[in-house]
């Protein structure tokens, strides 16, 4: 009896072995965005522009700007915000009317994009016996990446004289760990991300 019950132990691990699988993979994340593909982008726009109270745009405090963007992002007029609010606190003013500067916006990449990691048996269908087997994870991490970058040239209003291009540049990342089957955990730069299926939702 013991020794059947060893056979079937071991039987059962070469079976794991055999079936467990290692693999990375990576793919565009796919809109419409979820809340927390709409933090990436936001907070990796918002990081992206300098926070000193040094900072200075090669232009005097107190002009008014006036913004046009440019680049193949659905997202533009979301650039478009965060930039003016962020030309307040540093005192200038963002508006067509009376503008002394044009500020070409041109939002050179600004998205999201995912990758995974998974070590364990992947979910099997049968074929003959309608019997399906899920997912079983030993470990398993999915990558969530937010990336802005975009740069701003300046000129002129009315003479078009070029005053000189900025570079702006940051990203963020939401990622999830699966151990074990059971045991989640997150690891995320995002000031206040959604809390999907936690114990805090459940409860209340």
């Known amino acids: 009896m013991l020794n059947k019950i060893i056979k079937k132990l071991c039987l059962s691990i070469v079976l794991t072995g055999f079936l467990a699988s290692c693999t990375t993979t990576q793919k565009l994340t796919n809109s419409a965005r979820t809340p927390t593909e709409q933090l990436l982008i936001s907070e990796a726009v918002t990081r992206s522009l300098a926070k000193s109270s040094d900072f200075s745009l090669p232009i005097p405090k107190g002009s008014v700007i006036k913004l046009d963007m440019f680049g193949i992002s659905k997202d533009k007029d979301l650039v478009k915000g965060i930039i003016a ?35 364990g048996i992947p979910p099997i269908t049968a074929a003959l016996v309608p019997i399906s087997l899920p997912k079983l994870s030993l470990y398993e991490a999915d990558y969530q990446t937010g ?8 000129f002129e209003i009315p003479s078009g004289r070029f005053v000189g291009t900025v570079p702006f540049m940051a990203d963020t990342h939401f990622n999830k760990h699966t151990l074990l089957f059971l045991f989640t955990f997150k690891r995320t730069d995002l000031a206040w991300p959604p809390s999907v299926g936690s114990f805090t939702n459940l409860v209340h």
């Open 85 to 119: 609010g962020w030309l307040g606190q540093l005192g200038y003013v963002a508006q067509d009317q009376s503008a002394t500067y044009r500020m070409n916006v041109v939002v050179d990449s600004l998205g999201t994009e995912y990758g995974n990691t998974f070590v």
């Open 147 to 154: 990336y802005s970058r975009f740069h701003v040239d300046i």
